[in-house]
């Protein structure tokens, strides 16, 4: 049986357009002479890095079919790579936050609580004790990292609208 990956494409373009854009976007801000505070470097390098990070992790269960006709083993090493991938990558994240010292941080919370409660349902995945890896969890998944790139791209956009002082 054929897998029905058809959904991962498009979710791979639109990824990769939206780190395109927000990267144009962050770019061209630069190039009209205002500096970024720390903060939203921080905010830039976070969904331009989670952008690409779930744009890989999109194509892999598409390249792991090209070498396995197993759909539980492509869906479960995709299920672990995204929670491995995604929990090397928060503790970085928390780190340089804290660093950068937010002037508002529900934002960041919101998003680093949201990868909190991906990360304890991708777990449970893996136990299999409710449902199976499968191409509905790697897509809730990725939703969920898609719209909170986009919450914090907005987020970016009101703290540079705003004004903050560069460092």
């Known amino acids: 049986m054929e897998p029905n990956v058809g959904a991962l494409p498009l ?23 205002r500096q970024f505070t720390e903060f939203q470097i921080l905010l ?13 992790l999109t194509i892999l269960p598409i390249a792991l079919f090209s070498f396995s006709d197993s759909e539980p083993f492509v869906w479960r090493f995709s299920t672990i790579s995204i929670l491995v991938l995604s ?11 804290k660093k950068a010292e937010a002037p508002n941080p529900f934002i960041s919370w919101f ?13 449970l995945t893996l136990t299999e004790v409710f449902w199976q890896p499968s191409l509905a969890v790697t897509t809730a998944y990725l939703f969920w990292a898609f719209c909170s790139s986009a919450v914090i791209f907005v987020y970016f956009l009101g703290s540079f609208l705003r004004g903050e002082e560069p460092v």
């Open 111 to 123: 998003v680093i609580i949201g990868y909190g409660v991906s990360g304890v349902f991708l777990i």
């Open 87 to 97: 929990s090397c990558y928060l503790p970085t994240y928390v780190r340089r936050r």
């Open 11 to 33: 979710i791979a373009e639109v990824g990769i357009g939206f780190v395109g854009f927000s990267t144009i976007v962050a770019v061209l801000q630069q190039t009209l002479g």
């Open 44 to 56: 830039v390098h976070f969904y331009i890095e989670t952008g690409l990070l779930n744009v890989v």
